[in-house]
């Protein structure tokens, strides 16, 4: 027995991280791709909704590679940058398993986001998941997605992007990815990244959505971290994808010509062309704004709310700030203050009318996050001014990728029930009409 | 009110503070609680400081990420404490009011003045337990130390037992979706060489892991409802 382990210890040829989960040896007899042959095609409504589920105790990474094993992916291309979550490693075993056509490893991720574009082009389904500075040099590349209307689904296991360097989680770049014109999710937890991907291939590829689709995560926290997600079999998988179906013919390389940009008049400045790049944007943003049905009849809603009537306070939050919210309403209930939580899941489109039906009558909103620049924050204010009277905290905030302590939310809730001064929200990040600034804020009052 | 520990485990790399985290969280979940780990490392060298985050509860876990504001803390070598091997300074930092230190030492250690201080006014109690010393009695090496540490804890907590712990051994040694960084798995052949048969090193761990627990319980740590166990001639004697 301690030889088989010996072995598997120097099938390591590139130096990457061993795993439990190697790739399956073949002995000459037995197909390696048996399994994955064997597979069964369910309808996305089958699947998501009625197909029987077992819990699992398994990281971020796994339950990706669990949900890429059920999605149907024709092509998966990985570059392990650092920072860098397991997932287009596992994603390369199940290439070895068959459960994936095709995979490689791209030069860098300007290569491997123009590779996910000729993949996605010529019709098959496409995955890729990168990280931090990963997604930032592979911006150009991604923010063009939307505009040539490519379905794929991306992974962001968010990390630090702005110096100082740290390798924690910082999701600073979803804020960078909001506004691309792509569908954003962003996952709480490693259930959430499991259907958020399965989700995103079904949704992506609407004929009236023909969009990439960016699955987001606080990395490292979600990632690498290990968590319960009740799972699918594995001998069932998604429908292909069928790219007739989607709003823009495929590349046929077979039959020439062939062309990426519709009209020459596009790369001149004139009339013509910024007339061209409004309708091509306007009807990307609308195919955003017509994905919020797939959203509530996949994922049942953009938004999760829970205990919102009636609460003294409510926390709106995304991705990991959620979880520590949740505990944060246990501690503020043991001391008496009765907490609601709204869990935004769809980061874009963004839940604007349902948050302005919620927070109508709410007195205040605590906005934890874990960036700097507050993107949520803003997104929140955006969304229900007019429409609510509340007094909006901006924070708490964590930054570099710190984990955010939850004993910080709860004294935001307190100071905002109490009118005591915060000690960790800068005064222009406290919102709402009826704010003395005098009574909110003492921290970084200057700015 | 819901049970929970949110436990800091600071130590040194080669000593398997990540390992042990993932053995007490299999094994409270295998008593049916509930738990989460968050591993925390810089470059993987030997000695090199190493933390991991344990959260254990008997209610669901939300929560991710380092725990900044602990309930419980686990100092796996000295050198933690003398030498700031740490990425938590000083190592009670954030320490709840009424928490408990765990630390692996022979005895009690002399601290600075102001630390012991600042551990009395938030009402610590220090629990110093000779992990490595007990490993070498029982195993005859000290890589059992996190054994002896998680067997300790596991009584503290409450929320595992025994037989919990034992199967989060085997599932650790006998693979089952264990996910172990390239460092780990060079030290997991080095421990096999030196034992030869996995029994054994299963059978030597678990041993330690049942000395550890026995020592919380003789000195008044363990829960409440915590009784000692057996511990098996045959491993004590090799």
Known sequence: MSEALEAQQKTNPQGDPITSVAAPKSDGKKDPHADAKRQKIVTPEYMFHEAPRTKEFITGSEAAKEAIRRSNVDLAVAYPITPQSETMQLVGVLYGEGYVKEYYRGEEEVGVMAAIAGGSRSGVRCFTATAGPGTLRGMEGIASWPGHRLPAVAMFTCRVVNAPLAIQPDNIEVAYLLNCGMIVFHAENQQDMFDFIMAGFAISEKNDVTLPVGVCCDGFFVTHARGYVRMQDRGIKLPPREAWRGAVPVLDAENPPARLSRDAPVQKSNFMAYNIHAVWQQEVWAAVERSRKYISKYMGGMLTAENVEGADAVIIASGSACAQSREAVRLCKEKGLNVGLIKVRSLRPFPTQELRQLCGKVKLIVVPEFNYVGWLAKEVATAIYGYSKAKIIGGPRVYGGQSMPVELIVDEVESGLTGKKSTNVALSSIMGGAVNPDEVAHFMRSI | ?238
Not at chain 2, 204 to 216: E, I, L, P, S
Request: net charge neutral; charged share 20%; proline share 4%.
């Open chain 2, 1 to 238: 009110m819901a049970k929970r520990f949110n436990i800091r485990m600071a130590g040194v790399g080669g000593q398997g503070v990540v390992t042990g985290s993932h053995i007490l969280s299999t094994a409270v979940i295998n008593a049916g609680g509930e738990s989460t780990i968050v591993p925390f490392y810089g470059s993987e060298k030997r000695m090199a400081p190493v933390e991991s985050y344990v959260r254990v509860s008997d209610e669901p876990i939300y929560e991710i990420g380092e725990i900044t504001f602990p309930h419980i803390i686990i100092i796996f070598h000295p050198q933690v404490i003398t030498h700031g091997k740490s990425y938590t300074m000083p190592f009670y930092f954030g320490l709840k009011e009424d928490g408990i230190a765990l630390i692996n030492n022979d005895g009690p250690m002399k601290l600075h003045k102001d630390q012991a201080r600042e551990l009395e006014e938030r009402r610590a109690k220090l629990y110093y337990f000779p992990a490595t010393k007990l490993s070498l009695e029982v195993a005859g090496m000290d890589l059992a130390t996190n054994m002896a540490l998680m067997g300790c804890i596991g009584a503290i907590t409450g929320l595992t037992n025994m037989a919990g712990l034992e199967q989060a051994v085997k599932d650790r040694f006998l693979g089952k979706g264990f996910v172990v960084s390239g460092g780990t798995a060079a030290l997991d052949s080095v421990v096999e060489r030196k034992f030869k048969k996995k029994q054994e090193l299963i059978d030597k761990n678990v041993a330690v892991m049942r000395a550890g627990w026995n020592y919380a319980v003789d000195h008044g740590w363990a829960s409440a409802d915590v009784k000692r166990v057996e511990e098996p001639a045959a491993a004590a004697s090799a």
